[in-house]
């Protein structure tokens, strides 16, 4: 079926922040081509920016697909991108037929070609992942708001047991010195006061900076601290094998460094950690947040917990629970087992964990981690900080903003979006804190 160009279009993210930023350069290369952002229930173009890496993630998409369908029987062209469209391909479009365009993560700057195809009624599939990165291809950063994402290293090579990156991102590469600090200008002449520096493994980013002398992902860090309108620098990522100690001291010297740290264990049990191919063990994962604490006293940890993995006993489990007993995390994200096709823990099936002790162990694991969260949340009373603001609040006056510690703060003030201001911290909820402008 032939039909028009579209001349307006909406992107759908989900998943990680590296399919936000994702979504960001879509949303700027289809405006270069000329076509206007609009919502999902009127765009000519729907772009679905998938995301593979649990299952309930993966079916999100169909059920997405199905709703996009509108009152009076038409649909928008549908595309579906990200790590689904690269792990399903082809598959996706026999199981829904309204899908015009499959496009994988490393392939989405050819999306105006795949446009032009579906209009013209051709299969539009591209999951190539091109020698060419990507980012040569893409028009340059439009405005993003206080807050910016910057993607420096893509893929990953760690091939954990239950994990589907690697397959759907590809190896670990590392976009070059200049690219990412050209990038990075570009986001500050819009605007960007903060950016958060993503990769899959991030802190394994390496290069060679104008001089040709080898970096790491702290001599990237220390470029970009010189630039002068940026206030604020993040990283995500970060895998424990990658944890230079020239990263680590970077927290104790980089001022425009964030005090945070999300390190991900995803579980306290060597026997587990093992069999997850995770490369570090439950010392050497803490011996690395000691060094991180030693560099850096007021560090905000954070971390991320698989629980219900093949094989993992109830002592391993709470090997997981006294792991972050001694560790006092700040914020974590934790997750119930989830088995993809094509990875290796997929395959032991004899050694699978039924759903309700699964469900239980998650549960006590997020008790205790709620409970951490507060209990750091109030720590932070009384402190005089900065927070930079980034958005209205619901109330008159009312802004929200983020301390150096990643917390969301609300505050009344008259600052703009953007500004950085001094603030008290008066209060403290489980996921925000409340503050007292300074001046
Ligand atoms: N590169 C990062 C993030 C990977 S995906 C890292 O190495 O930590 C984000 C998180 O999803 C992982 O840290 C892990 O906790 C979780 N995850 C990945 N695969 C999963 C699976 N099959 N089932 C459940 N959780 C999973
Ligand atoms: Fe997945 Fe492991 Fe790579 Fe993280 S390090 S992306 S969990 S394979
Ligand atoms: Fe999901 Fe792909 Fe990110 S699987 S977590 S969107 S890298």
Redesign the pocket.
């Known amino acids: 079926m032939t039909r028009p160009i579209p001349k307006s279009f909406h992107v759908k993210s989900f998943g990680?922040q590296m399919n936000v930023y994702d979504g960001e350069r879509m949303t700027e290369l289809l405006g270069a081509q000329g076509m206007t952002a609009a919502g999902a229930d009127d765009a000519d173009l729907v772009v679905l920016n998938t995301c593979h890496?649990?299952e309930k993630a993966a079916e999100k998409v169909y059920s997405d697909i199905g709703r996009l369908r509108r009152g009076d029987g038409t649909r928008p062209m549908i595309a579906v991108a990200g790590c689904v469209a690269q792990a399903e391909g082809a598959e996706i479009t026999r199981r829904a037929r309204e899908v015009d365009i499959v496009v994988g993560p490393q392939a989405y700057h050819r999306l105006p070609d795949l446009v032009a195809k579906a209009a013209r009624g051709e299969t539009a599939l591209d999951t190539d992942m091109p020698a060419a990165s990507k980012f040569g291809a893409l028009p340059r950063r439009a405005k993003q708001g206080p807050c910016a994402f910057l993607t420096v290293q893509e893929g990953?090579d760690?091939f954990?047991t239950?994990?589907v990156?690697p397959y759907t991102r590809g190896a670990e590469v590392s976009r070059p010195w200049r690219a990412v600090l050209d990038e990075a200008r570009a986001l500050v002449d819009v605007g960007a006061r903060e950016i958060t520096l993503l990769g899959?493994?991030v802190n394994a980013w390496a290069g060679e900076d104008e001089r040709g002398r080898s970096q790491g992902l702290d001599g990237l860090i220390r470029a970009l601290d010189r630039i002068p309108d940026l206030a604020r620098i993040r990283y995500t990522?970060s895998?424990p094998a990658d944890m230079t100690e020239e990263l680590i001291a970077a927290h104790g010297e980089i001022g425009k460094l964030m005090p945070y740290l999300h390190l991900?264990v995803?579980s306290g049990s060597d026997r587990v950690l093992k069999a997850m191919n995770r490369s570090h063990s439950r010392d050497s994962y803490l011996a690395i947040l000691d060094r991180v604490r030693a560099a850096r006293p007021d560090i905000a940890l954070s971390g991320?917990?698989?629980v219900g993995f093949p094989g993992e006993s109830e002592a391993d489990f709470e090997e997981t629970l006294s792991l972050v007993r001694r560790v006092g995390y700040a914020q974590c994200?934790s997750?119930?087992?989830?088995a993809?096709p094509g990875t290796p823990a997929a395959e032991m099936t004899d050694a699978f964990i039924p759903d309700a002790i699964a469900s239980e162990r998650l549960q006590r694991l997020q008790t205790l981690l709620n409970e951490q969260q507060l209990a750091f949340n109030r720590t932070s009373l009384g402190k005089h900080t900065e927070v930079l603001i980034e958005r209205a609040g619901k109330l008159p006056g009312q802004m929200v903003g983020k301390s150096p510690w990643l917390q969301s703060v609300h505050l009344t003030t008259d600052a703009a979006i953007g500004e950085i201001i001094p603030v008290e911290l008066v209060s403290a909820g489980p996921n925000s804190l409340g503050g007292a402008a300074l001046r």
């Not at 997750?335 to 989830?338: A, I, L, P």
């Open positions: 990680c890496i649990r990953c760690k954990c239950y994990c990156v899959q493994n990522t895998h991900p995803q991320d917990f698989i994200f997750f119930k087992y989830s993809r």
